[in-house]
């Protein structure tokens, strides 16, 4: 069955810290992968999209992905968050050529001050 | 503008009551969707639509219909409200290409009493 696992539930950090969230994702066949932010109170928004080539992806502020297809994962990264980071933050998988959007539970990340 | 307006941001509504939420979008695109988010569970698809005659079920439509009334409307209604039912509501569109992300409203609180 297609899925998506995202191993942390909630995330504390202090501003400085280095960020690491995983994303795992089981689907058989081709994948675009995403993230998505939400922010306290707000919709989502789009953090980053790979879809081909460079398995490394640039999103907005400052945050990256890599996606390593032999683990199936797709792993988001910020070298050194913000308090204006805390937010939920939403890996997502779509097959490439389909339509359905898989999201995973999502990680709480709060950024202490 | 936003490119998503969903209306309203916020109701509580009875037990058996009939309510219907509102979408529209000012993207152009075809393709129009209607999520639910829950703690902890994420995103849950509820219903999509290609184009206007093309609806289709996701994976939690028990419950809720919808109707596309133009390229950039899509309602969805709840005929009986039950407090499971109880949730944050998220229309969103995309236009389908490639590696296309969502684009989301700003979501409804709908509380079921």
């Known amino acids: 069955a297609q899925s998506v696992s995202q191993h942390n539930h909630h995330v504390i950090l202090s501003e400085a810290a280095s960020l690491e969230l995983g994303c795992n994702y089981s689907?058989?066949?081709?994948?675009?992968l995403f993230w998505y932010v939400q922010y306290p109170g707000q919709h989502l928004q789009l953090l980053l999209k790979?879809?081909?080539?460079?398995?490394l992806v640039k999103g907005i502020k400052g945050f990256e992905a890599e996606f390593i297809k032999s683990k199936f994962s797709f792993n988001l990264r910020k070298p050194s968050v913000q308090w204006s980071d805390t937010a939920e933050y939403f890996c997502?998988?779509?097959?490439?050529?389909?339509?359905?959007?898989?999201f995973g539970a999502g990680t709480r990340l709060f950024v202490k001050a | 503008d936003a490119d998503v307006t969903q209306t309203p941001r916020n109701r509580i509504t009875k037990t058996g009551k009939r309510i219907m939420l509102e979408c529209s979008q000012t993207?152009?695109?075809?393709?129009m969707y209607w999520y639910r988010q829950d703690p902890g569970l994420g995103l849950r698809l509820i219903y999509y639509?290609?184009?206007?005659?093309?609806?289709n079920k996701g994976e939690i439509s028990d419950g809720y219909s919808v109707s596309r009334q133009a390229q950039a409307k899509f309602s969805l209604s709840l005929e009986s409200a039950i407090p499971n039912q109880t949730a944050l509501y998220f229309c969103?569109?995309?236009?389908?290409?490639?590696?296309?992300?969502?684009?989301f409203g700003s979501g409804t609180r709908l509380t079921v009493v």
């Open positions: 997502a998988v779509r097959g490439t050529g389909g339509f359905k959007t898989i």
């Open positions: 689907y058989g066949g081709t994948v675009n």
């Open positions: 790979y879809f081909s080539g460079d398995p």
């Open positions: 993207k152009g695109h075809d393709r």
């Open positions: 639509s290609f184009d206007v005659k093309d609806i």
């Open positions: 969103a569109t995309n236009n389908g290409q490639g590696a296309d992300g969502y684009t």
